[in-house]
């Protein structure tokens, strides 16, 4: 099945820093969504961007579905952006078999 | 609305206990989701439900039981239970057709003792 790894595992910041998470997937995908996972298990949709940029906020990310790649950048963090990120994908071949990423853990202190 | 609406948000049962996890949503989604997620590890697959049918299983013990009686509406029946299937139990819904974005309910947190 298609694979989805994310980077960084961990990230650390002060508050107010910018930071960038990166999702690899080993296929092609018809569908690739961003979540962030509160600490009370929730998931909570951010982008849906199978190809292309979309901004919403201090939130941005941007699909490059050729080169099988997503990027979420959070500007100007605060503590309530922590919390796990995950990226979750459908292959093409894989109709309704959403595949999650392996997460980012992000931490972001006063 | 873009809400799918999990019941109950914990459960704890013993392992010879019955007990079941309920999930709807009013969005007219055609397909539903059961995701289990243990600590650390992302969600992980359980069953899809396509137009009220069962579309995949990825090879869950018969201990789990999906029932999904209309098209709002995803059971997950729960029977003879191990302590390590405790975790945390998400319901999720999307139109059904590949290419559109999907919704998660809060979740059901299950202890199994």
């Given at each position: 099945g298609i694979q989805v790894e994310q980077s960084p595992p961990d990230l650390i910041l002060q508050e107010g820093a910018n930071s960038t998470l990166r999702c690899n997937f080993s296929d092609s995908v018809n569908n690739l969504q961003w979540f962030h996972q509160n600490p009370w298990g929730q998931l909570i949709n951010l982008f849906y961007i199978p190809?292309?940029?979309?901004?919403?906020?201090?939130?941005?990310?941007?699909t490059v579905a050729t080169e099988r790649y997503s990027l979420l950048y959070i500007s100007s963090s605060q503590t309530t952006d922590s919390g796990v990120y995950f990226c979750a994908v459908i292959n093409s071949g894989g109709y309704q078999k959403v595949t999650f990423g392996t997460g980012t853990k992000l931490q972001v202190i006063p | 609305d873009t809400e799918v609406t999990q019941t109950p948000k914990h459960l704890v049962m013993g392992m010879t206990n019955k007990k079941s996890l309920k999930c709807e949503q009013h969005m007219g989604h055609r397909a539903m989701?059961?995701?289990?997620?243990?600590?650390?590890?992302?969600?992980?697959?359980?069953?899809?439900?396509?137009?009220?049918?069962?579309?995949i299983n990825e090879s869950v013990p018969s201990r789990f039981s999906p029932e999904c009686p209309n098209s709002s509406l995803l059971n997950l029946h729960l029977?003879?239970?191990?302590?390590?299937?405790?975790?945390?139990?998400?319901?999720?819904?999307?139109?059904?057709?590949?290419?559109?974005?999907?919704?998660?309910?809060?979740?059901?947190?299950?202890t199994v003792v």
């Open positions: 190809s292309g940029t979309k901004q919403n906020g201090r939130l941005s990310a941007t | 989701y059961w995701y289990k997620q243990k600590a650390k590890k992302p969600p992980e697959l359980m069953f899809v439900y396509s137009y009220e049918k069962l579309s029977h003879a239970l191990q302590p390590e299937d405790s975790a945390l139990y998400l319901c999720a819904s999307s139109p059904g057709r590949t290419g559109n974005t999907i919704y998660f309910g809060e979740g059901s947190w299950l």
